[in-house]
């Protein structure tokens, strides 16, 4: 597989659509981001990262992960995209994460997936509502970690108290 191309062929492979180009931006910064990726250059098909501390992004519309939550868990509509989703590229390994409301089970979920060459590989699953948040983290392979109301979760299985919010962010 052409390495500069993995990115898109990840959004090609999921039916995820890129609002606009591919860009670069230190990966703490882009990882803090809760908001939509400002499109830099829409004409700009890949990017290289300059240094071991920038991800290669692509601006992802939040909508066009439905599809791919549809196929993944087999029943429609029963996850709902609730925050622009990150798909990037992190010291040479693709990534993909996911932020959603679960209607059957009434609360919001984060979902990461890592990208290798035997396919994608759930590493993450946090549920998270006020009251409680459930996790099943395998991120010890990763420079990542989960950040719930400012403790790091890099692995296990659990629960803990309740979150607004949850970020997928460097250890």
């Known amino acids: 597989m052409n390495k500069k191309n993995l990115l898109r062929n990840i959004l090609i492979g999921t039916g995820v659509a890129a609002v606009g180009g591919i860009g670069t931006k230190m990966a703490v910064d882009y990882l803090r981001n809760r908001d939509q990726e400002e499109v830099v250059d829409e004409s700009q098909e890949e990017a290289e990262p300059a240094s071991e ?30 925050r622009p989703p990150k798909v990037f590229e992190y010291q040479g390994q693709q990534y993909m994460v996911i932020w959603a409301y679960d209607n059957q089970k009434d609360k919001n979920q ?5 990208y290798t060459d035997e396919g994608r590989k759930m590493i993450a699953s946090v549920g998270y509502t006020a009251d409680t948040t459930d996790y099943n983290v395998n991120l010890e392979d990763t ?29």
């Open 53 to 82: 501390e920038e991800v290669a992004y692509a601006t992802v519309a939040t909508d066009s992960v439905q599809g791919f939550l549809d196929a993944s868990f087999g029943d429609e509509g029963r996850y709902t995209p609730t």
């Open 110 to 114: 984060m979902l990461a997936f890592a």
């Open 143 to 171: 420079p990542f970690c989960v950040d719930v109301n400012g403790e790091q979760v890099t692995s296990g299985q659990g629960e803990t108290s309740g979150a607004e919010d949850v970020d997928f962010v460097l250890a």
